[in-house]
């Protein structure tokens, strides 16, 4: 199920926000993804003609199910049972030579990540995040194991973001590798593809086993993958928006600061610097995104889904990380961030 199929299933059962007026996408948009807490649709957006913008999908229990295609009467504790009885079988990728995100393709000068209506969601944010809910897509340098993550994303400008994480995390590894080599690491961004991928971006899968693997297990169909141009790496095919491009070896700028899940404002002085090479689109892509940093928000939801499948993983001190587990298994939401709050980490 891509995102709009998503999308429209959400509409079908009762579930989807629809707002047809114009919203600002500096400010305003974002507030209104935090006051409605429910799957939402923007579908006129300040400064960008056609664009839409989508946050809210995986809002509670009954969002998740739909997702993954259990219907929306599962109750929690079934929905759980039955990811658990998915997560041991996953299901490998298929190759597709083509597909609907190279509908629009950009390369070089021409590319424009700024022709996107990416939300600035917090005033306490430093600016526009292109990356809140997508997938970074990654292999080791030398091994050539894949990996897939969540890496939260600052927009610097028509063809560079920054990239948040934690040396620990597995793509802070291929990093590392990359610049022992002396090397730039290729990577992709994929924006709008669908949940469950990025169930399994999020997930704390072990290092060297493929995430899409996992996302095709848990929504039991095959994640159809197309070949990038720029740079030897596959994304999704249905993908809203991919850009491909490289990591800068050697490069560190400040990324923030960021409202981030524990509701505080961050910093990270040492964030990666991405440089986009090439861009797929669909026609009319809705970008997909989240707003961080509210107490049950989305994240929140998925996180707690992830800890009950023993998925779920925290870079820092470990009696902490083990409080962390405890309270997001159990959705003792403000707690959860309470504990987040001691010392500060950045999540991988």
Known sequence: MDLRAFIDLLAHEGRLRRVSREVDWKFELGEMVRAHRSPILFEKIKDYPRARVFANGLSGMVEIGLALGLGAGLKRRDLIRE???????????????????????????????????VPHWHRQDCGRYLGTWHINVSKHPETGARNVGVYRMALLGPRQATISTSPASHLGLHVAAAERRGQPLPMAVAIGVSEAVVMAASAAYPYGLDEFDLAGGLQRESVRLLPCETV???????SEIVIEGVIKPGVRVPDGPFFDYAGKPSVNPHAFLFEATRVMSRNDPIFRGASIGMAG???????????????????????????????????????????GRIGGILRG
Do not use: C, M
């Open 297 to 339: 928000a989305e994240d929140h939801q998925l996180a707690a889904v992830l800890a009950n499948l023993d998925l779920l993983d925290f870079h820092g001190n470990r009696t902490r990380e083990r409080l962390q587990h405890y309270l997001i298994k159990n959705q003792w939401f403000k707690a959860f961030q309470w504990a």
């Open 232 to 238: 030897n790496l596959e994304v999704p095919a249905d």
């Open 83 to 117: 990811l658990k009885r998915r997560k041991p079988s996953p299901l490998h990728t298929t190759a597709v030579p083509t597909g609907p995100v190279l509908e629009n393709v950009s390369a070089g000068e021409a590319i424009d990540l700024l022709r996107f209506a």
